[in-house]
């Protein structure tokens, strides 16, 4: 499994975009960039997956370079509310019949305050 | 749609006593996994289902665990005899297909004293 390395922790204001970009040098052909949300006292929650270039829904856009050795989680005019543990996880996620277990690594804390 | 629930919330035992951990997953989900987090570390993964079946259960620590499914339906996880170093969040987890999206429960914060 691919490892993977974020800031630990990020600060913002409301109202701007947060940019948080992950490096995992050791990326796999088959493994997909899958992004996960994690408020204190819950479990994570999926927030957007994509494998190459950009991918878009209505809360994040995620954006992988050609190599794809990185990749930039983006919150538009973020919120005291997307105040959360982000976490990047890199694997081969779209396999059928085997576990697809998640590996999750430290997350980056990103604290939005007004 | 109810999500993924689990029970109880929070649990506090002394080591050496038994403790079940509930999961009842999202209705029709045949995937679920459970994961825990310990002493402050990472999210880690225990083992996954499908159905009653298990699929992968490479991340149990010992043999003082034990997780089952029977029925394919809600799934408990047993540690006998609890140690201090169980003590964190155990997360379940389920999925419609495997590989597809995993939706977390609120996990159960087991404290071992």
């Known amino acids: 499994l691919a490892k993977t390395t974020q800031p630990i922790s990020m600060d913002s204001y409301e109202g701007q975009e947060v940019n948080i970009t992950c490096s995992h040098n050791n990326i796999a052909t088959n493994d997909y960039i899958t992004w996960y949300q994690q408020f204190p006292s819950q479990g994570p929650r999926f927030i957007i997956q994509g494998y190459k270039t950009k991918v878009t829904n209505e809360v994040a856009s995620l954006f992988i370079p050609a190599d794809r050795k990185s990749s930039t989680l983006s919150l538009p005019r973020v919120s005291l509310s997307d105040t959360a543990v982000y976490y990047c996880l890199v694997g081969d996620m779209k396999v059928t019949g085997g576990g697809n277990k998640l590996t999750f690594g430290t997350g980056t804390q990103l604290k939005v305050e007004l | 749609e109810a999500g993924v629930t689990q029970f109880p919330s929070h649990s506090v035992i002394e080591k050496g006593q038994t403790v079940t951990l509930r999961c009842d997953p999202i209705s029709g989900h045949d995937n679920l996994y459970w994961y825990r987090r310990v002493m402050g570390k990472e999210i880690k993964f225990l083992l996954h289902f499908v159905k009653e079946s298990k699929q992968d259960e490479s991340g149990m620590p010992n043999n003082r665990f034990l997780a089952e499914r029977t029925g394919g339906t809600y799934s408990t996880l047993k540690v006998q005899p609890a140690e201090l170093e169980d003590s964190g969040v155990y997360f379940c987890?389920?999925?419609?297909?495997?590989?597809?999206?995993?939706?977390f429960g609120p996990g159960t914060r087991l404290t071992v004293t």
């Open positions: 987890a389920s999925s419609l297909g495997t590989g597809d999206e995993q939706y």
